[in-house]
Each structure stands twice: as C-alpha cells, then as structure tokens.
C-alpha cells in the first residue's frame, strides 16, 4: 500500500489569544483561546467538508425522535443551542470545523452505554470530546457526527495511598487530578501544556506523551485498566487495579491510542509515583555565546563560570551532554528538553520572556526529581562541573524554588504560543533516532530558503521526539509542496513515526503508510470492523480513507 499523500492544509492563521505579554506563568488553557468560531474579529472557520476532499458515508440524521430518546437517557445533557454548539465543533487550531447539531453530555458509563445502543441500532455516527486540545483533528466531528462529550464524567472514584493507584471517571481534567494526586504526596505519570484543559480520557485514547515520558513511560505501561463502552452499547469492565494480570490478551492495550476509534473510554486505573522530594531544573547552553546585554533578573548562575570554552560546538554537543547526563544522574533525571536559537528568539520577540542565559544555537533543559536533595544537589552538581570542565556546557542556570522552576519551564512550554505569534503554522511531530533528530530542521532550512519565515526544532530529546515547525507570513500552496510530502519521506527513510505524540486523527490519517506496514494497517482494519462494524465510532480519523 503507498501512502497518500497529505490533505492539504486551510489558508487560515493558526493564531490564538495567549495570556498577558510577560508572563513567566503556563499557558492560558487551549479552550479558552479557541472560543467561539463567530467571536468578533476572528475568521470563521471554514467547514472541513468544503475544505477537504472527504465525503460523508451513509449515516442517519438526527430526528426528532431520537433527540427526544436522548433527553430520556441524559435528562438536561442534550445540547442542541447552535451557539454552545460553536466551540466543541472546532478544534483547537482552529482549522477544523464540523457541523454536528447535538452535543450529549452523559455523567456515567451506563448512559454512554445506552446512548451507544441507541445510536448503533439507528446508525448514528458519534465523535467522542474531551477537553478537545488535539493537534491532528480527532476530536471534533468532520460532517454533522453526534458529540458526545465527557466533560460530566469527573468524578475519583477510588485511591489508595499505599499502591498509589488512582481510578477516575475519563472526564477528569488532567490538571484537577494532579492537584488531587499531589495533596496525597504522588503526582500523575504525565504532564501536558494542555493540563488545565485535556481529560485523563483523551489522554489515554491518544496515548498522550508529555514532559514526564523520559522518567515514567507511555501510558501503555502507567494505565492499569480501563473501562469501556464498545460501539453496540458493551460494557468492557477491565478496570483492574492489578500491576499484574497474565490471564489472556490485554484488551486495555487495543483502546490506549486508538482515539475513540474502537470504543468510548468511560473510567481509567492509572498508577501515579510518588510526589518528588526535591525538584531541580537547570536551563544550559552548548556554545560560547557572545557578549550577554541587559536582561531581567536571572536565577543563581552556575558554578566555575571560568570554564567556558571557546569554539561552538553544533548538535552533536547536545547528544553528547545527554548521554553524560543519562550515566551521571540515573534514576533522578526527569526530563532532558531541547530547544534551538530561533525558539528562542520567537519566545523572546512574541512573547517578552528574557532569557536567563547569553546566545547559543542551543538550549537544554534538564530537571532532576528524587527523594533526597542533599543526595540529588550532590549528583547534579557532579554533573554541571563535568559539562562544563570538559566544554560540553559552556553556560547555564540553575533553579530550585517552584517560582524559578516555573520561570524556566514557560521558555519551553510557551514555544507553541509564541510560534502561533509568528504567522502561518505548518507542525510536524515526529518520533525518530535520537542522533538523527536535528538533520531534518537544517534540511528544511536549506530546501526552503527564504521561502519559509521560520523552521524551528524543539521537542523531547530524551524520548528521541522532534516538534519540527516551519512558519510564514501566509499559507502557500507552493510551500505546503515543498514540505509535503518531504517531510513523511524523509521520516520513513530514518524508520520514524509520522506522529510521536500528538496521534493521528483527521489530519493525518492518509500519511500513515510512511510509519506503518500494508499488513499492519490491514490488521488495524479488521480489528476496527470486528469491535464496531458499522463505523460509528469517530468516522473518518486514524485509519486510511477508504478509495
């Protein structure tokens, strides 16, 4: 099976409303600067189905009978008002947009079951909605599919302060749950830009990665079970709280990001570790960086200042500092981030944010988590005068208090913000080896030209995950020609992924042959026909369209 090639971007400015010029704190919530789609001075959002080449499949519309069959099952939970409807039918990038006319809003997975039934018997295609913070489309419906949202669904259900093992309804906010976890002394497995927004849920269905992968792993592992309503209104009950359970398949394992493709996830067992004594963050250069300016205030410099080194050591230093950083902190490194010159740049221009440190081409952000800071400050500062005597490191700082920590996480977090500051977005999330992470951004520099306003590489090194971004002052058929299906290729020569973390969705659906074998995606076929044979269940995402 070829690959298809790639649907063809919209014309529109991925811009949003980020939070007041300055701010060293998180980004304001995904949902908050989507809004509605006729809010004033903001373009509406074109119709996916007049976008895209994609036509609707034989479902039923919605009747009256059904609304009031609805309205039997959720009492007050079915929306039909077309202006609450505006927001949950766009996506967050605001490139998407459908055109459902109901929004049902159950609170337990008996009414998801029921409404599933209903649904299946009336072959009425239904598009699952957590928090809709998705990057590829997959969580808004494509035609007029039914949205049935979690958002009601958010209550704990158990914890226990031995095991660490939390069960919640899907409809849980990310952030609530790590306040909850963290009032208990544990924290959750993962951690997302998007926490105040995005459901445990959502998280699970796209097998979300995040800032903590490096330290805790993918929720194939951290999930315990999960609860699920299948496409004829089956209840699957695998919400074991057991770390382990050898008896028959994994059922868990077919539903951790397949994206509400094969069932709607209704409760999830999650094992959170325990909540970090001491927390370490250090912001590092790689380069002699010419004479710093004027700047903010900065946090304590690091020692042995005098160690700099001359010269200015390209990509390869950053792999290097890495494997150091792997065999000399061990089990306490959390996160190894990095960023290049013009992320910098970008934060600094759109968004105000000083950097703490003189210029380099790049910028590595590590933390360290563990139980002991006199045992932790010791690890880590073996490491910093390592780096930085041997030139690796030529400058940096370093932030203990949470105010700090916070101070030098927003130079990485608010990167998204701060490109969507800087026109036309077009965003790759690519999975690919760890020494070949970078060649693709000085690739795209050179192939592109003046072309292109800006191509940026950031993302997780220690997950071997690039966020690869090029920018333009407007979109261009001619550049989107350039990228796509470049990109893909160059990505499937490596043995990559076309999408590391952000999933598949609408957006990329017919690119899944650069990462996937034709006996896989037959595989995958099958199982989507086996456990929902009519097609339901969020229609026209993660698999290949149909010729």
């Not at 789609?37 to 080449?53: F, K, M, Q, W």
């Not at 089956?234 to 919400?239: A, I, K, M």
């Not at 490109?419 to 999975?431: A, E, N």
């Amino acid at each position: 099976m070829l690959p298809r090639r790639p649907l063809a971007w919209p014309a529109w400015l991925l811009r949003g409303a980020p939070g007041a010029a300055g701010s060293w704190g998180r980004p304001v919530g995904p949902l908050a600067r989507r809004g509605c789609c006729s809010a004033p001075g903001i373009p509406e959002v074109p119709l996916t189905r007049e976008r895209y080449p994609v036509r609707r499949l034989p479902f039923s519309t919605v009747s009256k009978q059904d609304l009031a069959a609805f309205e039997r099952i959720v009492p007050g939970g079915v929306i039909t008002d077309p202006e609450a409807l505006q927001a949950p039918n766009v996506d967050w990038l605001r490139t998407l947009r459908g055109c459902s006319k109901v929004l049902l809003r159950p609170r337990t997975s008996e009414e998801v079951s029921h409404i599933l039934r209903h649904c299946h018997e009336r072959n009425l295609a239904v598009n699952p909605q957590g928090g809709n913070t998705g990057m590829v489309g997959g969580s808004v419906p494509v035609f007029d599919e039914i949205i049935l949202s979690t958002a009601r669904m958010n209550r704990v259900l158990s914890f226990h302060s031995v095991s660490g093992i939390l069960v919640c309804q899907a409809g849980c906010v990310l952030e609530e749950l790590s306040r909850y976890v963290e009032e208990r002394d544990f924290i959750m497995p993962l951690d997302l830009g998007a926490k105040g927004s995005c459901h445990i849920g959502g998280n699970v269905a796209t097998n979300a990665g995040g800032l903590r992968f490096l330290r805790y792993g993918s929720l194939h592992g951290t999930v315990l079970g999960l609860e699920v309503v299948l496409a004829d209104g089956t209840v699957l009950d695998c919400l074991t709280s057991l770390r382990k359970d050898n008896t028959g398949y994994d059922l868990k394992q077919l539903f951790i990001g397949s994206e509400g493709t094969l069932g709607i996830i209704t409760a999830v067992s999650i094992l959170c570790p325990p909540k970090p004594r001491a927390v370490n963050v250090a912001f590092l250069v790689t380069c002699v960086p010419p004479a710093c300016g004027p700047g903010s205030p900065r946090p304590a410099r690091l020692p042995h200042p005098a160690l700099r080194t001359p010269g200015c050591p390209g990509f390869a230093e950053v792999l290097q500092t890495f494997s150091t950083c792997k065999g000399m902190l061990g089990e306490i490194l959390s996160a190894f981030e990095f960023m290049d010159a013009v992320c910098m740049q970008l934060v600094g221009r759109h968004l105000h944010l000083a950097s703490p440190v003189q210029e380099s081409p790049f910028y590595v952000l590590i933390e360290t988590s563990g139980s002991n800071a006199g045992h932790d400050a010791e690890k880590l500062g073996h490491f910093l005068e390592h780096v930085l005597g041997s030139g690796l490191v030529t400058d940096g700082t370093m932030a203990t208090d949470q105010r700090k920590v916070k101070m030098l996480w927003a130079l990485r977090e608010r990167i998204t913000e701060a490109l969507s500051r800087d026109g036309y977005v077009y965003k790759y999330d690519l999975s690919l080896p760890v020494e070949r992470l970078y060649d693709i951004v000085t690739d795209l520099r050179a192939r592109l030209g003046p072309h292109a306003k800006h191509v940026v590489g950031y993302g997780h090194l220690g997950d071997g995950n690039l966020h690869l971004n090029v920018t333009a002052e407007a979109f261009s058929p001619s550049l989107l020609a350039a990228l796509e299906p470049h990109v893909y290729e160059w990505t499937a020569g490596q043995q990559g992924s076309v999408s590391a973390e952000h999933g598949v969705g609408f957006r990329k659906r017919d690119v899944l042959g650069y990462s996937k074998p034709p006996g896989a995606l037959q595989l995958m076929q099958q199982l989507k026909a086996l456990l929902d044979p009519k097609g339901i269940l969020n229609p026209y995402k993660t698999l290949p369209s149909q010729a």
